[in-house]
């Protein structure tokens, strides 16, 4: 039984983890990379470059100018007012976009 315990602890702790990127602040310039999972990015006036073919970005806050390179298919999710969003996809695949706010921009960059 107790050898059971063990490798059941083990198993759950090799386990992959999705990857988790976040970002709070304001009035800062800075990267962040999703590395293939999600990325949540709270804040006011920002200026971010988001990297790692993300497969959900949330963003929470206001006045922010963010770049995102999404997976095919990716998910951004927007609350906010006056935020502008430039995402891209590997495949050229369109993103699902959502969004809660007024004065919001979000656009398949060129």
């Known amino acids: 039984m107790r050898a059971w315990i063990i ?4 198993a759950v702790v090799s386990a992959p983890l999705a990857a988790q990127a976040s970002f709070t602040g304001a009035g ?4 962040l990379d999703c590395d293939g999972g999600e990325a949540t990015i709270e804040g006011a006036s920002n200026t971010l470059a988001v990297t790692g073919g993300c497969t959900r970005v949330v ?3 206001a006045g922010n ?4 390179a999404l997976a095919p298919k990716g998910a ?9 969003i430039r995402w891209t996809t590997p495949d050229g695949s369109a993103a699902r976009v959502s969004v809660t706010g007024a004065g919001n921009r979000i656009e398949k960059a060129r």
């Open 7 to 10: 490798a059941a602890a083990l």
């Open 28 to 31: 800062e310039t800075s990267q």
């Open 59 to 61: 963003i929470t806050g």
């Open 65 to 68: 100018t963010i770049t995102v």
């Open 76 to 84: 951004i999710e927007v609350t906010g007012a006056s935020n502008t």
